[in-house]
């Protein structure tokens, strides 16, 4: 009897705890006093239940490897300089090279010294002495463009996974596809349109000198000056929506960029009540934000992310710190999703949407109601068969087969799980397997009574030879369940995820919780005789 109790206490003490988990996803709205002392997870809907977006996106690798070289060419400009090597131009040689014109062929052995001991990646494609000039081109190694390449879709996965986690869209679906691509499925999303600026900003946050000594009028005209380029800002009327652009002659020199920042968080300005973007950079860019405001007092620094001008306020003095602000006419959903691809990181590469689709919700609940149907029939039927066939034990049966659905509802909720529509399929397929499991035992407890044992000694008999060979079928089935669930992606985790569940469920319900109701009327009941 002591032994009956606590498992009995086992068992419900797993119905209540699967019950509190369960509750909030079957009710609407949870009371103020639950939420603190209670979990208040739902059951997540994957986004063919509960409709939402699927996009599929194209890194421009291609760029990446230009951005490369467009840094290298201003390192090497650094490095001759520190060297005192004089040289009249360093710059980027379509995707992959770079062009170097020295004055003087002679130099050319220290700037190879040089190349090999800090850039050796770049190698010597051509060199060529005319005009009394030595123009040499460097290009970089090939293995090394394809590994740039690679970087560069891994890292802008890791970036949009990084922006949508900070979104707040549950459960997304977010992996390559091929060599350049990135597949996504965000469920339940309200509000496509923002969910795509906010994935697709390349978020290159750069800050740059307004050039004050040039005519921004005449460079309009077709006179940019060398080393200057036309940045434009755009503002929205927040009354009549109408857009204004205003230029700027922006010095083309980066002094610092975004890859230096530690946090953006929206802020409030209580003069204007507005928000606005709050900057925190780390060590080395606040040491190089306090040099840059400190060389520069009264100059205009251009705050510009993505080509966009957002700012250009003056600096009036040494900011050291390693505090910044960005201001401008913003809403509070375009500052914080500012402050979200700013903390997030920049792509390293643009992307471009190939596919775009919008699962509505309507066909998600058609959806779940044919799922549900066919639960339901599949249930009803394998309840009415276990009664018709097995009687009183099959009756037995069908409380745990309602335990394990319990259980496994309790569990996606408990874990954060989704549920997709393969997800249904794997319960009901859980539906079958957990009976299944019981009509082992029956027919070896039947067996046990045709050789005119007692009820207590069949049950006992049954049970104790049926068990290893119940968790050896279903641990098999674990095991291909648990690789499914590791290298599957998409519907076949989804599946593989119920279904995992489901058995160990089921091997709860049907070896333990199904024997101590037959110990119950054994025991507390004195039932002389079995009804299998």
Same mark, same amino acid.
């Given at each position: 009897?002591?032994?009956?109790?606590?498992?009995?206490?086992?068992?419900?003490?797993?119905?209540?705890?699967? /019950?509190?988990?369960?509750?909030?996803?079957?009710?609407? *709205?949870?009371?103020?006093?639950?939420?603190?002392?209670?979990?208040?997870?739902?059951?997540?809907?994957?986004?063919?239940?509960?409709?939402?977006?699927? @996009?599929?996106?194209?890194?421009?690798?291609?760029?990446? %490897?230009?951005?490369?070289?467009?840094?290298?060419?201003?390192?090497?400009?650094? *490095?001759?300089?520190?060297?005192?090597?004089?040289?009249?131009?360093?710059?980027?040689?379509?995707?992959?090279? %770079?062009?170097?014109?020295?004055?003087?062929? $002679?130099?050319?052995?220290? %700037?190879?010294?040089?190349?090999?001991?800090?850039?050796? /990646?770049?190698?010597?494609?051509?060199?060529?002495?005319?005009?009394?000039?030595? $123009?040499?081109?460097?290009?970089?190694?090939?293995?090394?463009?394809?590994?740039?390449?690679?970087?560069?879709?891994?890292?802008?996965?890791?970036?949009?996974?990084?922006?949508?986690?900070?979104?707040?869209?549950?459960?997304?679906?977010?992996?390559?596809? &091929? *060599?350049?691509?990135?597949?996504?499925?965000?469920?339940?999303?309200?509000?496509?349109?923002?969910?795509?600026?906010?994935? &697709?900003?390349?978020?290159?946050?750069?800050?740059?000198? #307004?050039?004050?000594?040039?005519?921004?009028?005449?460079?309009?005209?077709?006179?940019?000056?060398?080393?200057?380029?036309?940045?434009?800002?755009?503002?929205?009327?927040?009354?009549? !929506?109408?857009?204004? =652009?205003?230029?700027?002659?922006?010095?083309?020199?980066?002094? @610092?960029?975004?890859?230096?920042?530690? +946090?953006?968080?929206?802020?409030?300005?209580?003069?204007?009540?507005?928000?606005?973007?709050? /900057?925190?950079?780390?060590?080395?860019?606040?040491?190089?934000?306090?040099?840059?405001?400190?060389?520069?007092?009264?100059?205009?620094?251009?705050?510009? @992310?993505?080509?966009?001008?957002?700012?250009?306020?003056?600096?009036?003095?040494?900011?050291?710190?390693?505090?910044?602000?960005?201001?401008?006419?913003?809403?509070?959903?375009?500052?914080?999703?500012?402050?979200?691809?700013?903390?997030?990181?920049?792509?390293?590469?643009?992307? $471009?949407?190939?596919?775009? =689709?919008?699962?509505?919700?309507?066909?998600?609940?058609?959806?779940?109601?044919?799922?549900?149907?066919?639960?339901?029939?599949?249930? #009803?039927?394998?309840? #009415?068969?276990?009664?018709?066939?097995?009687? !009183?034990?099959?009756?037995?049966?069908?409380?745990?087969?309602?335990? +394990?659905?319990?259980?496994?509802?309790?569990?996606?909720?408990?874990?954060?799980?989704?549920?997709?529509?393969?997800?249904?399929?794997?319960?009901? @397929?859980?539906?079958?397997?957990?009976?299944?499991?019981?009509?082992?035992?029956?027919?070896?407890?039947? *067996?046990?009574?045709?050789?005119?044992?007692?009820?207590?000694?069949?049950?006992?008999? !049954?049970?104790?030879?049926?068990?290893?060979?119940?968790?050896?079928?279903?641990?098999?089935?674990?095991?291909?369940?648990?690789?499914?669930?590791?290298? !599957?992606?998409?519907? #076949?985790?989804?599946?593989? %995820?119920?279904?995992? /569940?489901?058995?160990?469920?089921?091997?709860?319900?049907?070896?333990?919780?199904?024997?101590?109701?037959?110990?119950?009327?054994?025991?507390? =009941?004195?039932?002389?005789?079995?009804?299998?």
């Amino acid at each position: 009897m002591k032994d009956m109790r606590w498992r009995a206490a086992l068992v419900l003490a797993v119905l209540v705890v699967a /019950l509190v988990y369960l509750l909030p996803s079957l009710g609407k *709205e949870l009371p103020e006093w639950w939420v603190k002392f209670f979990p208040d997870k739902k059951i997540n809907l994957g986004l063919d239940l509960q409709g939402g977006m699927h @996009l599929i996106l194209e890194v421009e690798n291609d760029k990446a %490897v230009e951005n490369t070289v467009e840094r290298l060419a201003q390192e090497i400009k650094g *490095e001759l300089g520190t060297a005192h090597i004089r040289f009249r131009l360093v710059e980027r040689q379509g995707g992959d090279g %770079v062009r170097l014109l020295l004055p003087k062929e $002679q130099d050319w052995q220290q %700037v190879a010294d040089l190349m090999k001991d800090k850039f050796p /990646l770049l190698e010597v494609t051509d060199r060529t002495l005319a005009q009394d000039q030595l $123009q040499v081109l460097f290009r970089i190694e090939e293995s090394q463009v394809r590994h740039i390449k690679k970087l560069a879709v891994d890292q802008g996965l890791e970036t949009i996974r990084n922006r949508i986690d900070q979104f707040g869209v549950s459960e997304p679906d977010i992996r390559t596809q &091929g *060599e350049n691509r990135i597949l996504i499925q965000l469920p339940g999303i309200k509000d496509p349109q923002r969910a795509i600026d906010l994935i &697709g900003k390349t978020a290159l946050l750069e800050f740059k000198l #307004v050039d004050e000594q040039r005519s921004v009028e005449e460079a309009l005209k077709g006179r940019v000056p060398a080393g200057d380029k036309i940045y434009y800002s755009r503002k929205v009327d927040p009354v009549t !929506g109408q857009v204004r =652009r205003n230029a700027y002659l922006l010095k083309d020199r980066t002094l @610092l960029t975004g890859e230096y920042l530690t +946090n953006a968080e929206v802020r409030i300005d209580t003069q204007y009540n507005r928000p606005y973007v709050s /900057l925190s950079f780390d060590d080395r860019g606040g040491k190089l934000f306090e040099k840059i405001t400190g060389e520069n007092v009264k100059k205009r620094l251009a705050i510009v @992310l993505d080509g966009n001008v957002y700012s250009a306020p003056v600096i009036q003095d040494r900011i050291s710190g390693g505090n910044a602000v960005i201001e401008g006419q913003f809403t509070m959903d375009e500052a914080k999703d500012l402050a979200v691809v700013l903390r997030a990181g920049s792509l390293p590469a643009p992307v $471009q949407i190939l596919e775009e =689709r919008t699962v509505g919700p309507s066909l998600g609940r058609d959806s779940i109601r044919k799922g549900l149907i066919s639960m339901a029939v599949g249930g #009803v039927l394998v309840v #009415v068969f276990m009664v018709i066939y097995y009687g !009183g034990s099959g009756i037995i049966a069908d409380l745990a087969l309602i335990l +394990n659905i319990i259980l496994i509802m309790a569990a996606l909720a408990g874990f954060g799980a989704t549920l997709t529509l393969p997800g249904i399929a794997g319960i009901i @397929l859980t539906i079958g397997m957990a009976v299944d499991a019981n009509v082992l035992i029956f027919e070896r407890v039947r *067996e046990e009574l045709r050789l005119g044992k007692t009820p207590r000694a069949a049950l006992d008999t !049954g049970y104790s030879r049926a068990t290893w060979t119940i968790v050896d079928a279903n641990v098999t089935t674990l095991i291909a369940a648990l690789v499914l669930l590791q290298f !599957g992606t998409g519907p #076949v985790k989804g599946f593989a %995820v119920t279904l995992s /569940l489901g058995i160990a469920a089921s091997m709860f319900t049907a070896i333990f919780g199904t024997r101590l109701l037959f110990d119950y009327l054994l025991q507390k =009941r004195r039932m002389k005789k079995l009804s299998i």
